[in-house]
């Protein structure tokens, strides 16, 4: 079992960056790969960056290649989003997910999710 806690959402201008953060419990936190995703009002969640159990591998959806970053310290069980020249079409809830030892793009390759932090770019 894994419990995921997201952190550092929050309102920036457009041009602006923020830094997300996951912090997981339980022992096994290297053992899974991770993911962001986010769920805008009136949209589906969607696939924004995943990374694999080691760190080595990761993925991004087009929308934020090159302006977003994910990356995870196994030693304080933690994953970040690092997202910066963000845009007003950026604002949703993100949400953290562990899965299994590959990255996933799709939703139900997560058994784990976060209860989710607000991200909102003004214009």
């Known amino acids: 079992q894994v419990q995921l806690v997201e952190s550092g959402g929050g309102l920036v201008q457009a041009g602006g960056s923020l830094r997300l953060s996951c912090a997981a419990s339980g022992r096994t936190f290297s053992s899974y790969a991770m993911g962001w995703f986010r769920q805008a009002p009136g949209k589906e969640r969607e696939f924004v960056a995943a990374i694999s159990w080691s760190g080595i591998s990761t993925r991004y959806a087009d929308s934020v290649k090159g302006r977003f970053t994910i990356s995870r310290d196994n030693a304080k069980n933690t994953v970040y989003l690092q997202m910066n020249s963000l845009k007003p079409e950026d604002t949703a809830v993100y949400y953290c997910?562990?899965?299994?030892?590959?990255?996933?793009?799709?939703?139900?390759?997560?058994?784990?999710w976060g209860q989710g932090t607000q991200v909102t770019v003004s214009s």
């Open positions: 997910a562990a899965g299994g030892r590959s990255i996933g793009l799709l939703r139900g390759e997560y058994a784990y």
